[in-house]
Nanobody, 127 residues
Framework: QVVLVESGGGLVQAGGSLRLSCAASGRTFSNYGMGWFRQAPGKEREFVAAMNWGDGSTYYADSVKGRFTISRDSAENTVYLQMNSLKPEDTAVYYC????????????????????WGQGTHVTVSS
């Protein structure tokens, strides 16, 4: 089992920044990749960013490229999402996810490729 605990959400003005944290515990050695997704009320869950746990390579949705950065602190088993130049359309509940499936390497933008999810943290961007 992998347990993910998120923090860092809140209210910020447009153009501001937030850093989300996802602390992982449990059998993290078996992970293939980590991801961040978001979901606004009434909308489907949307891929934001992902990282290969083994080599640290990163991937981003077009909507956040150049503004968001996914990173890790391997010693602390923590994944971060640095969000800069925030826009009102970034408002959503953000979820951290972990995959133990080899298919993640091919399907990291699909929520079904992830096995464990955090509780979600709210991000609200005011205009």
């Amino acid at each position: 089992q992998v347990v993910l605990v998120e923090s860092g959400g809140g209210l910020v003005q447009a153009g501001g920044s937030l850093r989300l944290s996802c602390a992982a515990s449990g059998r993290t050695f078996s992970n293939y990749g980590m991801g961040w997704f978001r979901q606004a009320p009434g909308k489907e869950r949307e891929f934001v960013a992902a990282m290969n746990w083994g080599d640290g390579s990163t991937y981003y949705a077009d909507s956040v490229k150049g503004r968001f950065t996914i990173s890790r602190d391997s010693a602390e088993n923590t994944v971060y999402l640095q969000m800069n130049s925030l826009k009102p359309e970034d408002t959503a509940v953000y979820y951290c996810a972990a995959s133990v499936e080899i298919r993640w390497r091919r399907d990291y933008t699909d929520s079904v490729s992830y096995d464990y999810w955090g509780q979600g943290t709210h991000v609200t961007v005011s205009s």
